[in-house]
């Protein structure tokens, strides 16, 4: 995937940077805002820059071509082997796209699209699913529900090849909303399976660093994992944390806090 993560004092500054960086146009980019920007106590105790992901909208073939690249690297060969071809799914989610263009964005049609797009992903997996579709707030959430060892051609290693469907989807939802829509896609629960997981490593790695007094650089993760590991420590006494490197390599470190 195309994209930088940047913090600046303001949401606009962050993007502007960002786009810069791309080399693309604000219309050619989707933005997520992780963190919003705050004064804090009179304006300088506290305060806190804005962080934002922003992803260069890719090509629908661009894309399929990543996600199932790392599916087949993650799974056996014999059990998944022609399957599907990336031809095959490029119809039919060209086929998906286009209906959107005969479709306003409301509650009932968003959810129908978006059942339409993944069913056809995953029937030409072969993987039998169930879809629980809700969407309020202009928030649309999506478990995919199903056998949960077949499941993990769809959720990949770490979450990638989830990442990259929530993506598309996102992409397919958006392409005519006058409002953002957030995506939020899941399977079998892994997201929160994955959250206790680094909650989890971050306290043993937390407890390490105590006992060792030495620093300890976690691999690499994305903006969301890295708040995650951030958060879970933030009230763990004698340890702070911060990131270090660029993305997709960026990293949080976990190191004794130093008292004076």
Request: glycine residues 4%; hydrophobic residues 35%.
């Amino acid at each position: 995937m195309n994209y930088v993560i940047k913090t600046a004092k303001t949401v606009d500054e962050a993007v502007s940077q960002a786009l810069i960086e791309l080399n693309i146009n604000r219309e050619d980019a989707q933005i997520e805002v992780i963190e919003e920007s705050s004064k804090g106590l009179f304006g300088l105790i506290g305060s806190k820059n804005a962080t934002v992901k922003v992803s260069k909208i890719e090509a629908t073939e661009d894309i399929l071509k990543e996600i199932f690249t790392e599916s087949e690297k993650s799974q056996p060969t014999d059990e998944f082997e022609n399957k599907v071809s990336t031809e095959e799914i490029t119809t039919s989610i060209q086929e998906a796209e286009d209906s959107t263009d005969k479709k306003s964005a409301i509650s009932g049609e968003i959810e129908e699209i978006s059942r339409e797009f993944l069913d056809k992903v995953l029937n030409s997996l072969g993987i039998e699913t169930d879809l629980d579709i809700n969407f309020e707030n202009n928030v649309l959430k999506v478990e995919i529900k199903g056998d949960e060892e077949k499941l993990g051609i769809v959720i990949g290693k770490r979450g990638v090849t989830l990442d990259s469907i929530q993506y598309l989807l996102s992409l397919i939802v958006n392409k005519n909303t006058d409002e953002y829509v957030r995506v939020q896609l899941d399977s079998s629960g892994y997201r929160q399976k994955r959250e206790d997981t680094l909650k989890d490593l971050a306290q043993k790695m937390a407890s390490k660093v105590l006992k060792t007094g030495r620093n300890i650089k976690l691999e690499p993760m994305n903006a969301h994992e890295r708040k995650i590991i951030h958060e879970a420590l933030q009230e763990y006494e004698g340890v702070i944390t911060h990131s270090e490197g660029k993305d997709p390599y960026r990293k949080v470190v976990i190191q004794k806090e130093r008292k004076y």
